[in-house]
Every structure is written in structure tokens, then in C-alpha cells.
Nanobody, 123 residues
């Protein structure tokens, strides 16, 4: 079993930055595709960014050029640097791991999840 633990959430003003971290234990993330999802109140959980074992990344359109996903397989961690945050980025952010080769958008494709960390962007 893999355990994922997120940290780094909080409250920030529009235009600000936050860095989320996901620490894995139990298994090496080097064998998994990793992703960051978010879920706003009353909305579905959606993929924000993903990173393959090769380091190839995916971003949803509204976070491109603002967010940067990275992974450190040796440290068993994954990060999400979020810049120029807007109120629309407010959500609970989850890290997830998928056994496979490609970044998938579907929640059901990911077998391991963290508990989530709240990000609130407000003036």
C-alpha cells in the first residue's frame, strides 16, 4: 500500500503563490504516474496537473503557465508550485498515484489518494 500525505495549503490573496507537497510512503512513486487533482465545493474532482515517470507533464488549460508540477523519485515526493493564484483556484487539492504509463483524467484511474489540503484564494 502507498500512503500519500499533502501539505502546503493555506489562504492567500489573489496573485499570490503557494507550493503544495505530497510525500509518499510504503511504495516508491518511481513506479507510478502522479497527479494533482482539485475539488471545489459542489463540483467534481478534476485533474489539475500530472507527471509521468519519464517526467513528461500535463496541465489543464487554466493553470498552464501558472502551475508547475515536479517529482523527486529519490525523495518520494511530488510538488505543485502555484503562482498567480485566482479565486477560481480555491479548492481542496489532492495528490494521487496511478499505476500505468500515461496521465489519466479520470479519478477512477488512480489507486492511491492523499487526504487533501485546502487552498483558499481570497482578498
Amino acid at each position: 500500500q502507498m500512503r500519500l500525505t499533502e501539505s502546503g495549503g493555506g489562504s492567500v490573496q489573489p496573485g499570490g503563490s503557494l507550493r503544495l507537497s505530497c510525500v509518499a510512503s510504503g511504495r516508491s512513486i518511481g513506479d507510478y504516474v502522479m497527479g494533482w487533482f482539485r475539488q471545489a465545493p459542489g463540483k467534481e474532482r478534476i485533474l489539475v496537473a500530472g507527471i509521468r515517470k519519464t517526467g513528461t507533464t500535463f496541465y489543464r488549460d487554466d493553470v498552464k503557465h501558472r502551475f508547475i508540477i515536479s517529482r523527486d523519485d529519490a525523495a518520494n515526493t511530488m510538488d505543485l508550485q502555484m503562482n498567480f493564484l485566482t479565486p477560481e483556484d480555491t479548492a481542496v487539492y489532492f495528490c494521487a498515484a496511478r499505476w500505468g504509463a500515461t496521465v489519466a483524467h479520470e479519478v477512477d484511474e488512480y489507486g492511491y489518494w492523499g487526504q487533501g489540503t485546502q487552498v483558499t484564494v481570497s482578498s
